[in-house]
């Protein structure tokens, strides 16, 4: 069965320093791998997705994420954090019939 | 262009008490979901459809039951409520596994 494990429920980053946030997964085929945002109060919004193509994706806001299938590892990364970055960000999988399993979420703060 | 509307926003409920949660989508999805979120628990899913007419369970199904009205709509119904499902209850919808979801806003639900 699929599982997604998010290693740390929070980080703190000074504003403009590296941002780095780590999902680890576990699936029996090969992956969907999608990392969400959700922002105070709101709902969740798509901020990238491995789908098989190339294995560093970019989303939105400046975001990154690079597949490592040897490390098992869909890490999310931006070069520098923004105060409007502060939010919950929730790595997920999609399983063999679509449906998504999602980490536990690690809540980014930005400090000025 | 709503995307997926959700119904209501906020409730309080007493122990016992029945309620509908509505989910509305205008996309022209087959799969719906309903989840909800806790502190540190992530997102978990409750029930879904894959298509019109179809529901299967999901991880936490217990004390809820869901009906897919027609393609548009999908609800969640409580039937006697819990202090438990004390939660933030999300719909959402899917095109295909590898396009991942969009999301409602949300219901928040407290139960005293």
């Known amino acids: 069965a699929q599982s997604v494990t998010q290693l740390g429920s929070h980080v703190s980053v000074s504003e403009g320093a590296l941002v780095l946030l780590r999902c680890n997964y576990s699936s029996s085929v090969p992956p969907y791998l999608f990392w969400y945002v959700q922002y105070p109060n709101q709902g969740l919004q798509l901020l990238l997705k491995?789908?098989?193509?190339?294995?560093l994706v970019k989303g939105i806001n400046g975001f990154e994420a690079e597949f490592k299938k040897s490390e098992t590892s869909f890490h999310l990364t931006t070069p520098s954090a923004h105060m409007s970055d502060a939010a919950e960000y929730f790595c997920?999988?999609?399983?063999?019939?679509?449906?998504?399993?999602f980490g536990q979420g690690t809540e980014l703060s930005v400090k000025p | 262009n709503a995307g997926v509307t959700q119904t209501p926003k906020f409730q309080v409920l007493k122990t016992g008490q029945s309620m509908t949660l509505q989910c509305a989508q205008d996309m022209n999805h087959n799969s719906m979901y309903w989840y909800r979120q806790d502190p540190g628990m992530g997102l978990r899913l409750i029930y879904y459809?894959?298509?019109?007419?179809?529901?299967d369970k999901g991880e936490v199904p217990n004390g809820y039951n869901v009906s897919r009205l027609n393609k548009r709509e999908f609800s969640l119904r409580l039937e006697s409520a819990a202090p438990s499902q004390t939660s933030v209850y999300f719909c959402?919808?899917?095109?295909?596994?590898?396009?991942?979801?969009?999301f409602g806003s949300g219901t928040r639900l407290t139960v005293v």
């Open positions: 997920a999988v999609s399983d063999s019939g679509g449906k998504l399993i």
């Open positions: 959402a919808t899917s095109r295909a596994a590898n396009y991942g979801y969009t």
């Open positions: 459809s894959a298509s019109e007419g179809t529901t």
């Open positions: 491995y789908t098989s193509a190339a294995t």
